[in-house]
C-alpha cells in the first residue's frame, strides 16, 4: 500500500535549526510536497521535489532522495511564527497527492 | 498567484439537515478541484475529486450520496453535506490547480462545520 511516515511533533528552540524527516512508500513517484499549517487554517505550499538534492529557499529547505524514498525539511533561524504542522505529501503515478499525519513544530523562545 | 475561496468559513447546522459549501477559483480556471476532511489533530483526508462537467470521483470509504459533489463550471465546485450528522463535524478544505504550468495546490481557506 501507499504510506507517508513523518514524526508526530518535534520540538525546537527559537533560533536553532530543525529537520523534520518524511519517507515514502507510493505507487510510483511524481514528486514530493511540503506544506505548512497553521492550527484552523488551510495548508500553504513550502516546496516541491521531484529530483533528488536539495533546494533552498530562503530560510526553508527542501531534500529529496528517490532511491531512499526520503525527504527532509529544513528549517533555520527559526521563529515562533514557525510553530505550525508540517505536512509531506507524495505524488504516485496517477498524480495523486498521498498525505502524511503532519508533523507539528512546537517553537520555544 | 491563484486564489481558492471558499463559502462560508464556517457554519453550525442542526443535525438531520444540508449544508452546501462552495469553492470557487478566483482567478484561475480549474477543470479539476478536490474536496478533503481534515479532523483535529489529523491530517488531511481526501474525499473526492471534483471534475467540470462530469462525475466526482469517490474515495473509497466516502458515501457519495451524503457528500454531493457539483463542479458545474470552471471556477464553482459545490460540496453538500447531506442530513448531517455530529460526526460530520469537521473541517472541510477544497484545493485546485491552475494547470499544468503550476505542481502546487492551491488550498482554500477552508470550512469548519459544527453539526449539532
Known amino acids: 500500500g501507499q504510506n507517508i511516515d513523518q514524526p508526530t511533533e518535534m520540538t525546537a528552540t527559537e533560533g536553532a535549526i530543525v529537520q523534520i524527516n518524511c519517507t515514502y512508500q507510493t505507487s510510483g513517484f511524481n514528486g514530493l510536497f511540503w506544506y505548512q499549517q497553521h492550527a484552523g487554517e488551510a495548508p500553504t505550499f513550502l516546496s516541491y521535489?521531484?529530483l533528488d538534492g536539495l533546494e533552498e529557499k530562503g530560510r526553508f529547505s527542501s531534500f529529496l532522495s528517490r532511491s531512499k524514498g526520503y525527504s527532509y525539511l529544513l528549517l533555520k533561524e527559526l521563529q515562533m511564527k514557525d510553530s505550525a504542522s508540517y505536512l509531506c505529501g507524495g505524488v504516485d503515478s496517477n498524480y495523486q497527492l498521498i498525505w502524511g499525519a503532519g508533523t507539528k513544530l512546537i517553537i520555544k523562545p | 498567484g491563484a486564489v481558492v475561496s471558499q463559502h462560508p468559513s464556517w457554519v453550525i447546522c442542526k443535525s438531520g439537515t444540508s449544508v452546501k459549501i462552495e469553492c470557487r477559483s478566483l482567478?484561475?480556471?480549474?477543470?479539476?478541484m478536490f474536496w478533503y476532511r481534515q479532523f483535529p489533530k489529523q491530517s488531511l483526508m481526501l474525499m473526492a475529486t471534483s471534475n467540470e462537467g462530469s462525475k466526482a470521483t469517490y474515495e473509497q470509504g466516502v458515501e457519495k450520496d451524503k457528500f454531493l459533489i457539483n463542479h458545474a463550471s470552471l471556477t464553482l465546485s459545490t460540496l453538500t453535506v447531506t442530513s448531517a450528522h455530529p460526526e460530520d463535524s469537521s473541517f472541510y478544505i477544497c484545493s485546485a490547480n491552475p494547470g499544468t504550468d503550476f505542481v502546487e495546490q492551491f488550498f482554500g481557506p477552508g470550512t469548519r462545520l459544527t453539526v449539532l
Open positions: 521535489n521531484v
Open positions: 482567478d484561475f480556471q480549474a477543470t479539476t
